[in-house]
């Protein structure tokens, strides 16, 4: 194990990420939590499994990065070993204080046993419900969950949880452009938006069926994400079929994969977020309040634990076209509801979402170092 050092200096600590780019909820997590660390108590180093758009912003940051490749599971008994030396001579040379695993999917990965026996504690991060975790998750000393949900509906039940809700990045938001004109709409209309995986779990067909009950002429509904081929992907929306089930409606329109999600946050005048499964928390949401943007979002999973019902947003139960028409209605209607819904949303991610559970973050990693 690293030579002991003194309390006062940061502590090292490896994030293991499973991708090079803000690609899915989990990498921006992991990637804004970097990016607000301080790094007088905690100095990262970062191992990714590839070469990626990240890897500039991090070296700018002065953030160290390695290209790690994957994790390495068993197969070959000397290709096991060997990484598994790989990983002791790197914990060694870094004299690395704990390890951060952004994900749970590994099976039995050599670079985690080596730590493990190197007794360098392991934190590792649940993003989603984890109730049949891989066998190394129980080498953690601990286990960081996004919400009261997922902690709640995990396991094992042995590691300790730490519910650390998911921090935002101001910044990224705050620099958003409002690309209103440049989609062709002008300030008299109302755009209400969509983000997200284009999947039946997500609530596509809610969006699209609450759209056709809400008869406002100067109402525009849009979606924006990615459209699999649902041949591949069990229910997903291919664009042929999620233009079909547009029916004609001229005010229903699909943008594709936006690269700038927060621009399209900017623009909107209000979220909705329908989610027919249970939502680890969704990010989401945080992000339209980072915009002071209003949502209408399902009453699912973690959702409850950002979205005040009546305060930043409405909540509705899940597949209540009838009740999501009806507060996104009232929303249209009323200018003033979605300014003071905007800036409450803004208010609450400001306060308990953005630096709080970084310096969580911080202290339950300083406090692994304590407990070795």
């Given at each position: ?57 991090l070296r700018a940051r002065g953030i160290a990065c390695e290209i790690w490749g994957g994790l390495t599971e068993p197969g070959q008994p000397l290709g096991y070993l060997k990484a598994m030396l790989r990983m002791a001579r790197f914990l060694w040379r870094h004299r690395v ?118 008869p406002h002429p100067h109402a525009r509904f849009l979606i924006a994400g990615e459209c699999r081929d649902p041949e591949k992907f069990t229910g997903s929306y291919s664009e042929a079929s999620l233009a ?129």
């Amino acid at each position: 194990m690293p030579l002991p050092r003194s309390d006062k200096t940061p502590a090292t600590v490896a994030f293991f990420t499973g991708s090079a780019g803000d690609w899915g909820g989990a990498s921006r997590v992991l990637f804004a939590n970097l990016r607000l660390l301080d790094r007088d108590r905690i100095e990262p180093i970062v191992l990714l499994p590839c070469n990626g758009p990240i890897v500039p912003e991090l070296r700018a940051r002065g953030i160290a990065c390695e290209i790690w490749g994957g994790l390495t599971e068993p197969g070959q008994p000397l290709g096991y070993l060997k990484a598994m030396l790989r990983m002791a001579r790197f914990l060694w040379r870094h004299r690395v204080d704990a390890i951060h695993v952004n994900h749970s999917n590994s099976w039995r990965p050599a670079e985690l046993l080596a730590a493990w026996l190197m007794r360098v504690p392991i934190l590792t991060h649940y993003h989603t419900v984890n109730d049949a975790p891989a066998p190394f998750v129980a080498l953690s000393k601990g286990i960081v969950a996004v919400s009261h949900y997922v902690a709640q509906h995990s396991r094992p039940d042995h590691v300790p949880k730490h519910v650390i809700h998911n921090p935002v990045d101001l910044a990224r938001f705050d620099a958003a452009r409002d690309i209103r004109a440049e989609l062709g709409y002008g300030p008299g209309e109302v755009l209400v938006s969509f983000l997200g995986q284009v999947r039946e779990i997500k609530g596509v067909s809610d969006f699209i069926a609450m759209a056709k009950r809400l008869p406002h002429p100067h109402a525009r509904f849009l979606i924006a994400g990615e459209c699999r081929d649902p041949e591949k992907f069990t229910g997903s929306y291919s664009e042929a079929s999620l233009a079909a089930a547009f029916g004609g409606d001229t005010r229903l329109r699909y943008l594709g994969y936006l690269d700038r999600v927060e621009d399209l946050y900017r623009a909107s005048d209000v979220v909705v977020v329908p989610s027919r499964w249970q939502e680890p928390l969704g990010l989401i949401n945080l992000e339209a309040g980072a915009c002071r943007t209003p949502v209408v979002a399902t009453r699912s999973g973690g959702i409850p634990e950002i979205v005040v019902d009546g305060e930043n947003g409405f909540l509705v139960d899940i597949g209540d076209v009838a009740a999501l028409a009806n507060r996104v209605q009232r929303l249209i209607d009323d200018g003033a509801l979605r300014a003071r819904m905007g800036e409450a949303g803004r208010a609450r991610v400001e306060a308990e979402f953005t630096t709080k559970p970084v310096r969580e973050l911080e202290k339950l990693l300083l406090s692994l170092r304590t407990d070795k």
